[in-house]
Nanobody, 114 residues
Framework: QVQLVESGGGLVQAGGSLRLSCAAS????????MGWYRQAPGKQRELVAT???????NYADSVKGRFTISRDNAMNTVYLQMNSLKPEDTAVYYC????????WGQGTQVTVSS
């Protein structure tokens, strides 16, 4: 069974930075596009960034220019560097494949204060 473990969240002031990590077990990682998703209170989960096995990236307009996704295929880990954080970035952040599989990790809480 696939396991996804997110870490790195926390409380930060607006304008600050955080780096999220996601460790993936199983054989899914090296052959799949990976994505970071987020879910704010009362809102649907949304996809914010993706990265292909070869390293091509794509971003939601709301985070473009501020967030950077990267991956280490040898370590089965995907990262999300978040700069210039805004209060509207407050959410629980998850990683998964893109399209997402059925198994989700616990997520990591990011809270941005104004």
């Amino acid at each position: 069974q696939v396991q996804l473990v997110e870490s790195g969240g926390g409380l930060v002031q607006a304008g600050g930075s955080l780096r999220l990590s996601c460790a993936a077990s199983g054989s899914i990682f090296s052959i799949n596009t990976m994505g970071w998703y987020r879910q704010a209170p009362g809102k649907q989960r949304e996809l914010v960034a993706t990265i292909t096995p070869g390293g091509s990236t794509n971003y939601a307009d709301s985070v473009k220019g501020r967030f950077t996704i990267s991956r280490d295929n040898a370590m089965n880990t995907v990262y999300l560097q978040m700069n210039s954080l805004k209060p509207e970035d407050t959410a629980v952040y998850y990683c998964n494949t893109d399209p997402a599989g059925d198994s989700w990790g616990q997520g990591t809480q990011v809270t941005v204060s104004s």
